[in-house]
């Protein structure tokens, strides 16, 4: 980790400090957890790449558009970086509408129903994780004007990499029904359901270890199955 005083200044405030001293107090697990990674990842891309070329094959004959969809999305000390996921959507989505997605939402192609549902659209973050911009377990990257309401605390969960998966993931796995209905979508998830993941995110920095990353990576796995 960074020294305190290297850090970006809006991280230095009182409300990330305690986040702060707890994660450099665990050395050991950012080194094991950056090591899990690459190995992980590079087994796990292997064993993947064959259904990914399926999986791209299937988006391209389902509607016109890119295999992939880039997103500027912000990681570790609020660097930027572009998330990569299969493409859900139709090719001008966030022209037709919000930057959430609300349920039944009329954007989602065929095969983005599928995917999305089986979280198979996050399976190209591997690179992501691969280069470093993103981890197997920590919280969801946000796009920036999200992350430009963050309150002082919040800070906090940009002191690590952001993860394809989290405890707020697992709990919010059915977020859009949340937003159904909602007359302005983007206000509701930022005011509403945004702080109620960063309870579950910022309690996953104050008990981060390894082994809890290896117990997160399971109960996503089994919410998946579900």
């Given at each position: ?35 899990f ?46 998330i ?65 309401r ?9 002191l ?17 029904k ?41 109960m ?7």
């Amino acid at each position: 980790m960074k020294k305190w005083e290297q850090l970006p200044e809006k991280f230095q405030n009182d409300s990330v400090k305690p986040y702060y001293e707890t994660l450099r107090k665990k050395t050991a697990s950012l080194i094991l957890k950056r090591i899990f990674d690459i190995i992980i990842g590079l087994i796990i891309t292997v064993i993947a790449l064959p259904f990914m070329i399926i999986i791209a094959i299937w988006i391209k004959c389902d509607s016109k558009g890119k295999v992939f969809f880039l997103q500027r999305r912000v990681t570790t000390y609020g660097r930027i970086f572009h998330i990569i996921k299969f493409r859900t959507m139709v090719s001008n989505a966030e022209q037709l509408g919000t930057q959430v997605t609300v349920q039944n939402d009329s954007r989602v192609t065929r095969a983005g129903k599928f995917l999305r549902k089986c979280r198979l659209d996050e399976l190209p973050q591997l690179f992501n994780v691969l280069k470093g911009d993103m981890t197997f377990v920590g919280t969801r990257p946000e796009v920036e004007r999200y992350v430009d309401r963050y309150t002082d605390e919040m800070m906090a969960t940009l002191l690590m990499p952001a993860g394809i998966t989290s405890l707020a993931s697992i709990k919010f796995k059915d977020e859009e029904k949340l937003l159904d209905g909602a007359e302005n979508p983007d206000d509701v998830y930022v005011n509403e359901v945004l702080p109620q993941k960063m309870k579950y995110n910022l309690e996953y920095i104050s008990k981060f270890n390894f082994f809890y990353d290896i117990k997160l990576m399971f109960m996503t796995f089994l919410a998946v199955l579900r």
